[in-house]
Each structure stands twice: as C-alpha cells, then as structure tokens.
C-alpha cells in the first residue's frame, strides 16, 4: 500500500485511481477485453431526509474506462 501511495502522489492521482487501475490491469489480463466498465460502491445515506430512516443506502457508480491504447501502467494515452 505504500508503494501504491507513492504511486498515486508521484502521478498526482489518488490511491482509489491507481488501486482501480491495477484491477483494470488485471481484468484485462483475465478477459483481455479492453473496454472495460469497473463499479464502486458509495455510501448514500448523506440525505437530510434520510436521518431518521434505517437501512443501508448505497451507490453503485460505474466506471468506463477503454485501455487498449495504453502503454504502461503510469502512461496511458486516450
């Protein structure tokens, strides 16, 4: 994880965008598709409205991401 912290302040990015681009890295490797569309959870229960409500709220974001013109790992080019 420190390694990838460097990474990510190294590359001005965020830990979440270099961890999200290792599993990009791998699901390419598995399925060797390059269009590849990856979910993150979120918590959704910030709502005013939803103070007094129990249960859990979450967000499901998908993220769109097409790798097939990258070249490394740090240097990916659209």
Do not use: K, W
Not at 23 to 50: F, K, R
Not at 51 to 75: A, D, H
């Amino acid at each position: 994880m420190a390694a990838a912290a460097d990474l990510a302040n190294a590359t001005r990015g965020s830990l979440f965008m270099v961890i999200l681009s290792a599993i990009y890295i791998l699901a390419n490797q598995i399925t060797g598709a390059t269009d590849l569309t990856l979910d993150a959870v979120t918590s959704a229960g910030t709502n005013l409205h939803s103070i007094n409500t129990m249960g859990l709220f979450l967000n499901v974001l998908p993220f769109r991401t097409e790798i097939g013109s990258c070249t490394s790992f740090s240097r990916c080019c659209p």
